[in-house]
């Protein structure tokens, strides 16, 4: 059952003209190859499961394996931060957005500030 489960997960995703390959950990934003790091890479991978969906801090701590981290620590945050300057800094339309008191969300379009 499990690997049927594995097998149906897409190893390639898109948002916009965000793509990543999960097996090869190969990211480009508009035919742009970004590097990063493998925590990094996980949580873009979660978040790019989830588009369009809040993405809890806990979520984001699960997915990279540290459970040894506080929920209080701003770890997430910084982690964020650094995908946001190499996935976001260069362009005008932004895709990971903050979801005041939920957590990340990672869409395309504007996020209504109450979501």
Do not use: C, W
Request: proline letters at 1%; charged letters at 25%; a positive charge.
């Amino acid at each position: 059952m499990r690997r049927v489960g594995a097998a149906r997960q897409s190893t390639r995703l898109q948002v916009a003209d965000l793509a990543i390959d999960v097996n090869t950990m190969r990211v480009a934003r508009a035919g742009k190859a970004n590097t990063l790091q493998l925590r990094e890479f996980r949580q873009l991978e979660l978040l790019m499961r989830n588009a369009g969906q809040v993405v809890t801090r806990t979520m984001l701590l699960e997915g990279v394996r540290e459970y040894h981290f506080e929920l209080q620590t701003n770890v997430i945050d910084v982690q964020i931060s650094r995908l946001r300057t190499k996935l976001d800094k260069d362009f005008g339309r932004k895709l990971i957005h903050t979801v005041r008191g939920g957590g990340y969300r990672l869409a395309a379009g504007s996020v209504p500030v109450d979501a």
